[in-house]
């Protein structure tokens, strides 16, 4: 009190009124929370009061940082805030101030729903914040999965659901367009003049593994860059298709050529002839249209395979091929002619199983292989090649290819071996029953 200035008797009161912080023995006197100082009862709640932030700079003692107060339970507690304590309180974010203010919800608007209009979404009010979301139904139409039938390979496909499978029309042929995208068309020719043609040929009928080189040279000479069309269209059509026991001598005599521009005039005259042979009508009932097929798959798997050089897709695609010859019944002509393109890679590092693409035609196979009623030479064919590739074929895996193809017409079908159904004969009385069985089944038997 001598500090200040105040007469005694005033210090509690002014000190007090004025801000001043009273001395630690007047603390609970000046609260007044009416109750009597000493120790707090078990379980009371205290209460921290902080110093207020306006009381000047004396030689008096000052307070503590923190007083617990005693609160009597279950008596309200008020807590007294210090005016310097007031100027903290936080107020509302104004966007305003440099804050960027956080937008509610927008509704959900149906109709950006991928389409679907606003009558088939259930309760899209209830999908705000906070509320039980209900579901949203979508037609069918609108890009829902479809499951494949059973027995597929179990992928899902876009759009409605495959209707059942269909028989394959009469008559239909192969869609050459599918199974060759860019077309065959023959490269253009020039002939050379007769005298070099008849010099052509006698090299060729006198070519052999001991003179190559010098049949090689000779022909070289004889021919200019635009007669290496008609070359390559003569060894193919005159030569590779009916000489299968020739390839390999043929074939290092094209190599040892070494003109790009022969390669592939070769190439497109292959392609050309297969186009004609696979869409000629005879190619079923005709054995001999059949064996040139079937070598000029054995020269493309030779010269493509055979050397890791792949069959691009765009220029013929065998499993698309393999898929009609199934519908179409022409599996006859076409499984001999794949499966002499694949045995052409049997001995290279690439084109030889695990490769995915081999393994994915053999796949195929495999499931051709299963079909009932399916004629033997077929299916030897297929074991033929599993054979020379090294392969099992209850091994290959199946991707249910053929589930979602045309089925084929077994009936003079010449891919399949059709059981005629038994027929019961005449009835004939027990007299001459066994008389007319024993006559009628020698000319059965002979049949």
Known sequence: DEAVGAPPGTSGAAGGAGGMAAP????????????????????????AVAPSSTAPSSALPQPRPTQAVPVPKGQPVSLVTPPAAQSLTLSPVDPGAGQTAVPPPAPVDPAGLGGVPSSTVAGASSLAPGTGAS?????????????RPAGGSGRSERGPARAAATVCPPGRGLLMELIMPIGAEAPAASPP??????????????????????????????????????????????????????????????????????MMSILASVFHNVAILLSSPKITTSTSDRSLLKNL???????????????????????????????????????????????????????????????GLMGVMHELYDLDDLKMNIRFEIEVLCKHLGLKIDDVPKHGVLVHRLQPRKEKNPDFNVRAPASSGPAVDAAGGAAAGGAGAAPSAAA
């Open 135 to 147: 579901p949203i139904s979508v037609p069918a139409a609108v890009g829902q999965a479809v499951q």
């Open 297 to 359: 798959g054995s020269w493309l798997g030779q010269m493509t395979l055979a050397r890791n050089k792949p069959i691009l897709q765009r220029n013929l695609d065998m499993k698309e091929l393999l898929c009609q010859g199934y519908e179409t019944g022409r599996l006859i002509a076409v499984t001999p002619f794949v499966a002499k393109i694949l045995e052409g890679g049997k001995d290279t590092r690439v084109f030889r199983p695990p490769n995915p693409w081999i393994m």
């Open 193 to 262: 003049p007769d005298m070099v043609v008849q010099r052509v040929h006698l090299a060729l009928n006198n070519v052999s593994m001991s003179n190559l080189e010098q049949k090689v040279s000779e022909t070289r000479t004889m021919l200019s860059v635009e007669h290496l069309a008609w070359f390559g269209s003569y060894l193919v059509t005159k030569r590779i298709s009916t000489q299968a026991n020739f390839h390999q001598l043929y074939l290092a005599f094209v190599l040892k050529m070494e003109t790009p521009e022969l």
């Open 24 to 47: 630690p023995g007047d603390l609970p006197q000046a609260l007044d929370v009416g109750a009597t100082v000493g120790p707090p009862p078990t379980g009371a709640a205290t209460v």
